[in-house]
């Protein structure tokens, strides 16, 4: 058991320091730290192995008030998993936590562990107030980095309650409050061929060849609208794969697409003008759909969290989103549609980045700013 309140930049460390780079990555160690010292503090906490070698936490901590009382309880949530290293040298130690001229390094020091480090440093706060109106909930999903395994896990399990009052996500922005991130559409196109040998070329079909003009129609293919507060939604061509020696006609071509959408597309109209595209030369398969998430932004909790962030960040927060997708695609349909803020010490700039860091004052910060949402909204 912990014998003292570790910091919000001790624990970023000792979470950085813990390898769980997706894939495998394996964050039973992790998990088991943060449930203990949750349940440190009087939280219920569990570490849920959703798959083989991959965990999750979910802890509940109930209200002071009224054990039967029907207030809806604050959710925050977080990954455990991080990103692969990448092929360039890293000049820190990106399991090493080093701390130099204010700034954390490490493998998801910025994308997520600070966050996750700050949360966890707040929820023990948290539970030491007098009053608690409604319950918390804290939700640290494995697989985020590879489209929200875990936490479709724990939906698809029923390990999650219904409804909550509002979802704060831990992810990335450098403290700003954002209400709304595009959702992701993946999905792999696949040609088939004849296989041929390399000097006889006549007498195959070149997948790659029918492949071409699919890849060279694709800027033009229609996503949707553009939204004001998202922008518009992108295709990204981010993998090909065909062949596998020169002398050889290749009979297998595959593309798979990173579509970013915003609120407004429809992925299955998406799908279907990919299909009409690729029609009789090949076929089109959905790798992840994680729908736009948007809050509005005169939401009263909404424009609570702003009052309480401009402290925090020395102007008033306006409604903005951001590009990338979080678990709060998943979770946010099946607690409810609540209201949702994302707001991280982290720099999403760095994300997935060599030589990835997070600034300690900034860590420090979130588990303050985390502290006062969640007292505004238990007291």
């Known amino acids: 058991m912990p014998v003292h309140d570790p910091s919000p930049v001790e624990l970023t460390q000792a979470l950085v320091r813990i390898d769980t780079v997706n894939p495998p990555g394996n964050e039973h160690r992790i998990g088991s730290l943060l449930a203990d010292l949750l349940a440190d503090t009087g939280w219920e906490a569990k570490v849920i192995e959703t798959r083989p070698s991959r965990a999750c936490v979910v802890a509940w901590l109930p209200s002071r008030d009224d054990p039967h009382d029907t207030a809806l309880p604050l959710c925050f949530t977080g990954h455990l998993d991080v990103v692969p290293l990448g092929t360039a040298a890293w000049s820190h130690d990106p399991f090493g936590g080093e701390v130099e001229h204010g700034r954390l390094y490490g493998r998801g020091s910025s994308d997520m562990k600070s966050g996750v480090a700050a949360m966890i440093c707040a929820a023990r706060q948290v539970a030491r107030l007098e009053r608690r109106r409604s319950g918390v909930l804290v939700v640290l999903t494995a697989g985020e980095e590879s489209g929200c395994d875990g936490a479709r896990d724990l939906v698809q399990q029923g390990l999650l309650p219904r409804q909550v009052g509002a979802l704060v996500v831990g992810e990335p922005t450098n403290l700003y409050p954002v209400i709304g991130h595009k959702g992701a559409l993946w999905a792999r196109i696949t040609c088939h061929g004849t296989a041929a040998h390399g000097s006889t070329p006549e007498l195959g079909k070149n997948a790659i060849e029918h492949m071409l003009p699919i890849l060279q129609a694709l800027p033009g293919i229609c996503l949707g609208p553009t939204h004001a507060l998202q922008g518009a939604p992108t295709i990204n061509l981010g993998v090909v794969r065909g062949g596998s020696i020169p002398n050889q006609v290749p009979d297998r071509c595959e593309a798979e697409l990173d579509i970013r959408t915003v609120a407004g597309c429809d992925h299955d109209e ?55 997708f979080t678990d709060a695609a998943v979770l946010g349909p099946a607690l409810g549609l609540p209201p949702t803020v994302i707001c991280g010490p982290g720099d999403p700039a760095l994300a997935h980045q060599t030589d990835e860091y997070a600034a300690t004052a900034a860590i420090d910060k979130a588990a303050l700013l985390y502290l006062e949402i969640a007292r505004d909204w238990l007291v």
Do not use: C, N
Request: charged share 35%; net charge neutral.
């Open 270 to 324: 998406i799908v279907g003008r990919l299909q009409e595209l690729v029609g009789s030369r090949g076929s089109v398969e959905r790798l992840l759909d994680a729908k736009p998430v948007t809050t509005r932004e005169d939401d009263r909790w909404v424009q609570r969290v702003f009052e309480l962030g401009e402290a925090f960040i020395g102007e008033r927060p306006h409604a903005r989103a951001v590009t990338y």
